[in-house]
């Protein structure tokens, strides 16, 4: 989008952590949405993309009074799933992003796909901010909606303010015996040095929400802008390939640079060979609506990354999800690509 001064790409956000933490409610908080309660057995089953433009973060943030400028067009966060079978998913999904949210139930702790996610974190050196989330679980938890998680916990009576900081040392410890230093955030003086920063959040109430999203804002704007130029390298996964009513055949996917285009050449994997064909439509969910729900669409003639989209294409019946989707330049030679694509 043109208001965009610095030409950077929207970083990625990846929600990550054990079964029910959360994860889709506090998306669902942020966005205004009702995904999680429309889920099969409240569990989440596939990658999910929203896109946050910029001035809504802002928005969300107002309440610390802080400069929640983004120096980028907005925020493109994935929801996983926490699930033990869908390894291969969070695997998927913490390969695409720039940055990670971890969410830890605060009543649970760390628990073995909380684990799992670290693990993943740590091998691709990414850093994540931890979600403690369920804070209005602790008994006698007075409600503050959208309150900073500072303002509410001055609400809170003894008992619960002890139990709180109880829950939190224990967590604290569970981290340290992974290998990893935590902090409440707004004490941490060591972020990007080796201590991860831990805000407490409810995904029901709100509380934490705003803090939460004011430091994913002010960690990429310290930390990214090299990383998040606009290159020549295509970065492009195929998450899903789903037949929509009236479109047939689309694939969704998560667009990490550069510009996509309609009529695009491009060329996928698939079952029977490589797929080549061109892009039909280019269509986005609105802003601040989940791709995986079945919705309305905007429809663009370019898109720039980071986005989650759904193509339309002939073709695409056979296209595997997972692998990455080729775009065939000017330059390019077709049969190249045609086996860089088979080869995923
Ligand atoms: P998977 O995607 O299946 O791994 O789960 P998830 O981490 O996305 O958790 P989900 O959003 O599905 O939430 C699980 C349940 O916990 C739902 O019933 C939510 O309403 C509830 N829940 C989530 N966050 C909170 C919270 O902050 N407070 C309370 N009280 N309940 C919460
Ligand atoms: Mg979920
Ligand atoms: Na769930």
């Known amino acids: 989008s043109g208001q965009c001064e610095y030409n950077l790409r929207s970083p990625i956000c990846c929600i990550m952590g054990h079964v029910d933490t959360g994860k889709t409610k506090l998306l669902d908080c942020i966005r205004g949405t009702n995904v999680q309660e429309g889920e099969a057995g409240g569990i989440t089953q596939q990658i ?4 946050f433009p910029a001035e809504n973060i802002r928005e969300r943030t107002k309440e610390l009074k802080a400069d929640a400028n983004l120096k980028v067009p907005g925020l493109l966060v994935i929801d996983t799933p926490g699930h033990e079978s869908f390894t291969n998913l969070r695997s998927r999904g913490s390969g695409l992003c ?24 740590k091998m691709r050196n990414t850093n994540f901010i931890i979600a403690l989330n369920r804070v209005d679980r602790l008994y006698g938890w007075k409600v503050c909606h959208n309150a900073s ?50 805000v407490p959040t409810s995904a029901i109430s709100a509380e934490g929400i705003p803090d939460l999203l004011l430091l994913l804002v002010q960690w990429t704007a310290k930390t990214m802008s090299e990383r998040l130029t606009y290159n020549n390298i295509v970065q492009c996964t195929i998450l899903e390939v789903k037949v929509v009513e009236g ?41 601040m609506k989940e791709l995986r729900v079945k919705g309305s669409y905007e429809h663009h003639k370019e898109i720039k990354a980071s986005q989650g989209i759904k193509i339309n294409a002939q073709g695409l019946e056979h296209a595997i999800a997972g692998t990455s989707l080729y775009i065939v330049g000017p330059d390019d030679d077709v049969e190249d690509i045609k086996e860089a694509a088979m080869e995923d």
Do not use: W
Request: charged fraction near 20%; aromatic fraction near 6%.
């Open 48 to 51: 999910g993309a929203t896109y």
């Open 98 to 121: 720039d940055i990670a949210i971890l969410v830890v139930d605060i009543m649970h702790g760390l628990e073995r796909q909380t684990i799992e996610s670290l693990n993943l974190l």
């Open 149 to 198: 998680i500072v303002k509410a916990m001055k609400q809170q009576s003894k008992d619960v303010q002890f139990e709180f900081r109880t829950r939190l040392t224990q967590v604290i410890t569970e981290f340290k015996e992974q290998g990893i230093n935590t902090e409440l955030y707004y004490k941490n003086k060591d972020m990007g040095k080796g201590t991860f920063s831990i």
């Open 247 to 287: 479109l047939g055949t689309t694939i969704d996917v998560i667009l990490v640079n550069v510009v996509l285009h309609e009529g695009d050449q491009i060329v996928v994997c698939g079952m029977q060979g490589p797929i080549v064909t061109s892009i039909r439509a280019l269509l986005t969910p609105f802003p």
